[in-house]
């Protein structure tokens, strides 16, 4: 491919690496959901833990309310899957902790030395200390995250840290602001954010299409991207949930939700999979759907599952489709970048020798002309919507340019 941009610095991460999944304990089926991530996210819920007395630890591996933390992320590590654990700490004020400092930190320390690498049940990667911890006023949550981070150093150095969901501006309800982490930052490995591309507020909470430039979705990524390289270099960046509603239910006309709007299946579907390679783009290192199922209730975040009621939806076949084949692949470079007219992203694969594939398609338009810029076609498939679909093949050897539309196509090129 000629006259395009170089390839950005530094590597990006390789698609087995970065494809991950929202799940909650023994509701999330590792068997059903290994073929859409390689990484999961699970909710951990503090309480579970250590209930109304802080100040006892649990009996590891059991939480007090007895549910065996080594059987549920035993059977998520055995289907190949990186965990990350959120602890959940959201829901509880500072009162409820018998003595923040000590107790946090021994909590941490107690699972750090359990369930990190090389412990007793080696099954977890790291660590996100919140999750929407707004309710929770800064100084409080400081005290919990420098307790709970220092418990983890000490307890297993191998295990990696991450802040709650984290915006480059000030502390709001769902988030807090990156400036408050600076100066915990040697205890920091990773900065996480949770955007949604959310066109209207209450009462639709009507979501839009992810390239779309007059939402806060990839703009506010980037801020925090570019708060990372100012103050954080080094640091990963993950989005620890990204999504979109579909339901094929109508909500309660009588009740709060009356007036909400879904997105379709098959725009939940396309928009997640263009999100993966917009975010491959920027740099991120990680990024996570949310959520991984849903009882088709038409409500918000009720209805974001990439199943229903545990049977896949479009979104599921689709992320399958990608990650089977960009496993070995990553982002390379942008060749077209623009809403206006079209994308075309290059990724390299991990073996030398193989193919390259790019990546085209169109933010809303259903057919527009991409030029390939002399690039030989071995063979394309458009991303598909059911596990049944026949594989549709939009390019033939010799051509030049690829017809592409809001669905994705894949071509491999030499």
Sequence with gaps: ????????????????????????????????????????????????????????????????????????YRSWHDEGLSISVCLIFDDMKGEDWKDIERDARAYAKGFAENFGPGGKYPFVDCVEIGNEPGHIDDATYLRIFKAMAAGI??????????????????????????????????????LRIHRYAIKDGWPTWRRSYPEDSTVPYLSRIQDMIDWRDAHAIGREMWVSEFGWDCSTQKPDPKGDMAKFITCTDEEQAMWLVRSYFLFAEMGIDKAFVYFFNDEDKPAFH????????????????????????????????????????????????????????????????????LNLEGATVGRSERMPLTAEAKVESPLKSGDTAVAAGTLPILIWVN
């Design 1 to 72: 491919l000629a006259h395009s941009a170089p390839a950005q610095s530094p590597q990006r991460p390789l698609f087995r690496d970065f494809v991950g999944l929202c799940g909650h304990t023994v509701q999330f089926k590792p068997e059903l959901y290994q073929p859409v991530c390689r990484v999961v996210r699970d909710y951990h819920p503090v309480r579970w833990d250590l209930d109304k007395d802080t100040s006892v630890m649990p009996e590891w591996p059991f939480a007090k309310n007895r549910v065996s933390w080594e059987k549920v």
């Design 153 to 190: 150093r000490e307890g297993n150095p191998r295990l990696k840290i991450a802040t709650c969901n984290t915006e480059a501006g000030g502390s709001d309800r769902y988030w807090k602001g990156a400036d408050i982490f600076t100066p915990q930052m040697p205890l920091i490995d990773v």
């Design 302 to 369: 009720a209805c974001s599952g990439l199943t229903r009621n545990f049977q896949p939806k479009p979104g599921y076949h689709a992320i399958a489709w990608m990650l089977r084949h960009l496993a070995d692949y990553r982002f390379s470079r942008a060749i077209l970048k623009s809403e206006k007219d079209g994308y075309l992203f290059e990724f390299a694969p991990e073996k030398p020798g193989a193919p390259s594939i790019l990546a085209a398609w169109h933010a809303t338009r259903e057919e527009v002309l």
